[in-house]
């Protein structure tokens, strides 16, 4: 008996020092990256001063790819309004914009779709979120700078490596100004084949499709509370046009958009190639006039 009791402990042991299963080993690694990436958000939210935003606050004529650190910090923290004029007025309160930004949870507020253009704008050939050329333009962009990579590194964690990606994603198209300044820059952004597309990143990769796809089960659950309110409210879209038109689909069809495009008239549009369920994502309807900006000579 005490032989077998001898051997069951030596069983139990060598049990227990056994190494993990390949799954348990792949989830405790995907938690560790995350929380290591988590500490590296919180870390660089911390380092952003109110000198910083004040001196940028402070441009009066700003370089273009300030505006774009500015605007994107916003666009990612979920300010509606997400515009220089009104980076401008948020500076203006560093202290409170500080303290939003660093108890912000990035791993659960920020959509698929931000994310993505997250991410073509930090694989802009423009060359805002690089460090180096943004040291000789406003030096007090990097702290943003360093928060917004932080940000994509988490929610790679979440959505997927987006530089991995090989298939296509978000295709925009500018329509050339008429001006000879708007048809030169218009040509600087399409390329000397006309082609009319800007060489953005792609915006699927491991992420399986553009924002939530149908069978992707990191959205919101399908409840009763996403119908709540229905037709979706139409937000104030200016000169842009949707299409198709989700905010008259009904739930149903908005489970299966296909191919949703932003456009405005003389400036360009974006199209998200693809089916989107926007019931799942359904801030986005809210959103699209945050996240996709038409602006001659910009697409964003």
Request: hydrophobic share 40%; net charge negative; aromatic share 6%.
């Amino acid at each position: 008996a005490a032989a077998a009791a001898v051997a069951a402990a030596a069983a139990a042991t060598s049990a227990a020092a056994a190494p993990p299963l390949p799954e348990q080993s792949r989830a405790q690694s995907a938690a560790a990256v995350a929380a290591s990436a988590r500490s590296s958000v919180a870390a660089c939210a911390e380092a952003v001063t109110v000198q910083e935003l004040q001196a940028i606050r402070g441009l009066g004529r700003p370089h273009a790819s300030v505006r774009e650190v500015a605007e994107t910090t916003l666009m990612l923290m979920g300010y509606r309004d997400a515009t220089w004029s009104a980076a401008q007025l948020y500076f203006d309160r560093a202290e409170a914009f500080l303290e939003r930004m660093r108890v912000f949870d990035a791993s659960k507020s920020v959509s698929r779709l931000q994310y993505q253009k997250l991410c073509r704008s930090l694989a802009s050939s423009q060359g805002s979120f690089e460090e180096s050329f943004m040291e000789g333009i406003c030096p007090a962009t990097i702290s943003l700078i360093r928060w917004c990579r932080a940000v994509s590194d988490l929610l790679a964690t979440r959505y997927g490596d987006f530089a991995d990606s090989g298939r296509g994603g978000a295709q925009t198209r500018r329509s050339v100004a008429r001006s000879p300044r708007g048809a030169a820059a218009a040509a600087a952004a399409v390329g000397e084949d006309g082609s009319g597309r800007v060489g953005v990143a792609d915006t699927t990769g491991a992420m399986g499709s553009q924002m939530s796809p149908r069978g992707n089960d990191d959205g919101p659950e399908d409840t009763d509370d996403n119908f709540a309110m229905w037709p979706p409210p139409r937000p104030n879209l200016g000169d842009l046009e949707i299409s198709p038109d989700v905010y008259s689909m009904s739930p149903a069809d908005l489970r299966r958009v296909r191919d949703l495009t932003v456009r405005k008239a003389n400036v360009g549009e974006v199209t998200f190639p693809g089916e989107l369920d926007l019931v799942r994502e359904r801030h986005v309807l809210e959103e699209l006039p945050v996240i996709v900006r038409l602006e001659p000579g910009e697409v964003l």
